[in-house]
């Protein structure tokens, strides 16, 4: 999708099998709207149907941001009835993420702040540079974040961080939030994107159907009571089982071998604007 002015609000860059996101406003510092928000969604489902692509990296355009939050000017003219549509929206889009049937990874270059921080703590993975910074800063607007930040914030780092990150809506260093739990590899801004490609291939390596049912399995601990979670591993782990990857996992580790978990076809490097 491309807006008035002839540019794509979302860009995409296949790189062997991770596929780049680039969420593309930096004027704005790639703040959310809603047709961004439509585009995300296209994307997601077309990545979905995708055999090619493994692991998804989301990023923002420009060094200053990730996605530094929904676009107020926006929200302004929204009547309550229209706020509550647009953060079903945007829940909708983010859980879509959240449950997506690939890895997916948040290389945070910059500001993330209110929808970005949620657009991040979506994805199974964060990867940010010392110099971002992360932050709910709604609660200084009166308001309170309404893309599952709230839950999702919870989930990854607890309800105590959780509230201190909510309540007092300040920006908190890459360094504080790898204390807190939420970020998993630290890299210089310079190193980046490399260090996100090495975390991502190392995901990419793994069959895709046994990394699907494996986040689908762990996504549902916690929201469900133990014994009915150990039902679900174990039923999960026999569907898994009776593949054909599994089978082929399994003989190559009783003859000391790897897996050979390649794509049949090895995809070029294209990028689309």
């Known amino acids: 999708m491309q807006t008035a002015d002839g540019y794509s609000l979302v860009l995409t860059e296949q790189l062997g099998t991770v596929r780049l996101l680039t969420i593309n406003r930096p004027d704005k510092l790639n703040a959310f709207t809603p047709a961004l928000m439509r585009e995300l969604d296209d994307v997601l489902e077309e990545i979905a149907r995708d055999s090619a692509t493994r692991v998804v990296m989301i990023t923002g355009a420009g060094q200053k941001a990730f996605v530094a939050g929904n676009d107020i000017d926006g929200l302004i003219e929204m009547d309550s009835v229209e706020a509550y549509r647009d953060m079903q929206r945007g829940q909708r889009v983010l859980f879509r993420l959240y449950e997506f049937a690939k890895p997916t990874i948040a290389m945070v270059n910059g500001y993330a702040l209110g929808g970005g921080f949620e657009l991040?703590?979506?994805?199974?993975?964060?990867?940010?540079?010392?110099?971002?910074?992360?932050?709910?800063?709604?609660?200084?607007?009166?308001?309170?974040p309404g893309w599952g930040g709230t839950q999702l914030a919870v989930k990854k780092m607890g309800l105590a961080r959780a509230?201190?990150?909510?309540?007092?809506?300040?920006?908190?260093?890459?360094?504080?939030?790898?204390?807190?739990?939420?970020?998993?590899?630290?890299?210089?801004?310079?190193?980046?994107?490399?260090?996100?490609?090495a975390f991502a291939e190392q995901l990419s390596m793994h069959d895709p159907f046994a990394m699907e049912i494996a986040k689908r399995t762990v996504n549902r601990a916690g929201e469900i009571p133990l014994n009915a979670g150990l039902d679900l591993e174990a039923a999960n782990y026999a569907v898994n089982f009776g593949t054909t990857a599994a089978r082929a996992g399994l003989r190559a580790f009783a003859t000391r071998r790897k897996p050979n978990n390649a794509l049949t076809d090895n995809p070029t490097s294209s990028k689309s604007k």
């Open 163 to 197: 509230k201190q990150m909510v309540l007092t809506g300040r920006h908190y260093t890459s360094a504080e939030c790898r204390a807190f739990g939420f970020i998993h590899v630290l890299a210089s801004a310079p190193e980046l994107k490399s260090a996100a490609l």
């Open 120 to 144: 991040a703590l979506a994805c199974d993975f964060i990867v940010a540079s010392d110099t971002a910074r992360f932050g709910f800063p709604e609660i200084t607007l009166n308001t309170i």
